[in-house]
């Protein structure tokens, strides 16, 4: 279990920060843009939580919550990094239980005709967002992969949560009766 008794260590007023194994990263290093960005996506997920009615959404959410801090720690531990324990990793089950889920929650909807807009309710609203920024810690974490070792199934998670969102956003949306399409060109003058 982990025990915060201190939250200020003063280590990172050189610009620098901890990684899971020790070493000392930049905080600017992409490996820590990375994490920094599924911990956004997870305080987008918490907004969202907050002005979420339905019990069984807001569980599922919570869920997802829980998953993204293991993703966090799974990403600030590189791969390779000879430690005493076995690090934290995202596994399949993980991912497995997304794509359950996604169609659970699909299996409610109408097919898509058009793009949606966006927006509709605050919820639905929130889980957009938080769709936009896992969708941004995915193409980080997919560049750091070209660069050092990102697990498989963190970036599976990572791709199936965006979708996870979307879908979580047409249910807030009253099962997608309430979402505003896309229409090409609508505001174009003559």
């Known amino acids: ?13 050189d610009g620098s920060t901890g990684l899971g194994s020790g070493e000392r990263r930049s905080k600017y290093d992409l490996r820590v843009a990375a994490y920094g960005t599924v911990d956004e996506t997870n305080a987008v997920i918490g907004c969202a939580r907050a002005v979420c009615e339905d019990k ?12 993204l801090f293991d993703l966090g720690a799974d990403l600030a531990t590189p791969e390779g990094t000879d430690l005493p324990y076995d690090p934290l990793r995202i596994d399949t089950s993980q991912v497995t239980r997304l794509e359950r889920e996604i169609d659970l ?10 793009f949606v807009l966006p927006g509709g309710s605050p919820l639905a609203a929130q889980l957009h967002l938080a ?5 941004r810690a995915e193409r980080l974490m997919v560049e750091l992969a070209a660069a050092e070792t990102v697990g498989s199934p963190a ?23 309430a979402e505003v399409l896309w229409v090409p060109g609508q505001s174009r003058t003559a």
């Open 105 to 114: 929650l699909n299996a409610r909807l109408t097919p898509l005709k058009s």
């Open 1 to 13: 279990m982990v025990t915060l008794n201190k939250i200020y260590t003063r280590t990172g007023d």
């Open 155 to 177: 970036l599976r998670y990572i791709n199936r949560l965006s979708d996870l969102l979307f879908v979580a956003a047409r249910i807030a949306n009253n099962d997608g009766k």
């Open 131 to 135: 769709r936009t920024v896992a969708r």
């Open 56 to 67: 069984a959404l807001s569980d599922m959410l919570m869920r997802v919550q829980n998953d």
